[in-house]
Structures are given as structure tokens and as C-alpha cells.
């Protein structure tokens, strides 16, 4: 089992940023696929950013490319999602996703533990 637990969000104007963190227990996330999606009011849970095991392979959303950054500090058993140039299409609620399987992966139902989600804000 592992369980996750997100950090960072808040309330921002636009054009700030956020950094969140996922920190993980139970587990050690050195060996697995790690994901950050968002879901906003009214709409699907959408995939922003993933991050593979072996050799850091990353995928972004187009919605947020060059604005985004995930990583992961395996020694910390942290993932990051670095927000910059945030915008009011931002606002959401985030969840760390991970996944028992070492690389990316790209949808909901390939991710086999959840954060609680934490929101997200960004005021114009």
C-alpha cells in the first residue's frame, strides 16, 4: 500500500506560482510511474504531468507545457509539480496519482493510488 499526501496549494493571482509536493508512505516510489492530474468543477479528470522511473521520461499536458514541471526526489520519496505562469483555466483541485508499473502512464485507470487532492486557485 502506499499512501499519498499533496501539499502546496493555495490561492494565487495570475501569473504566480505554485509548487507542489506529494510525499508517500508505505512504500518507496523509486520504482514507480508517478502522475499529477487536476480536475476542475464541471469537468473530467484531466492528466497535467507524469514522470517515469526509469530514466525520467516526462509527459505534459499541452495545456500547461513549458509552464509545468514535474520531478521526483526518490531519496525524499517526494514528486513535485512546479507551477509557473499560472493562469484562472488552473484552478482545480490536484491529485498525486502512482502507479505499481515504472512507467508513464497516461490515464486514470493506469494509476493504483491517490492523494486526497489539494485545490488550487489562481484569481485573475
Known amino acids: 500500500q502506499v499512501q499519498l499526501v499533496e501539499s502546496g496549494g493555495g490561492l494565487v493571482q495570475a501569473g504566480g506560482s505554485l509548487r507542489l509536493s506529494c510525499a508517500a508512505s508505505?512504500?518507496?516510489?523509486?520504482?514507480?510511474?508517478m502522475g499529477w492530474f487536476r480536475q476542475a468543477p464541471g469537468k473530467e479528470h484531466e492528466l497535467v504531468a507524469a514522470?517515469?522511473?526509469?530514466?525520467?521520461?516526462?509527459y505534459y499536458a499541452d495545456s500547461v507545457k513549458g509552464r509545468f514541471t514535474i520531478s521526483r526526489d526518490n531519496a525524499k520519496n517526494t514528486v513535485y509539480l512546479q507551477m509557473n505562469s499560472l493562469e484562472p483555466e488552473d484552478t482545480a483541485v490536484y491529485y498525486c496519482?502512482?502507479?505499481?508499473?515504472?512507467?508513464?502512464?497516461?490515464?486514470?485507470?493506469?494509476?493504483?493510488?491517490w492523494g486526497q487532492g489539494t485545490q488550487v486557485t489562481v484569481s485573475s
Open positions: 508505505g512504500r518507496t516510489l523509486s520504482s514507480t510511474g
Open positions: 496519482a502512482a502507479r505499481v508499473a515504472s512507467g508513464l502512464g497516461f490515464s486514470h485507470s493506469q494509476y493504483d493510488y
Open positions: 514522470i517515469s522511473w526509469r530514466r525520467g521520461y516526462t
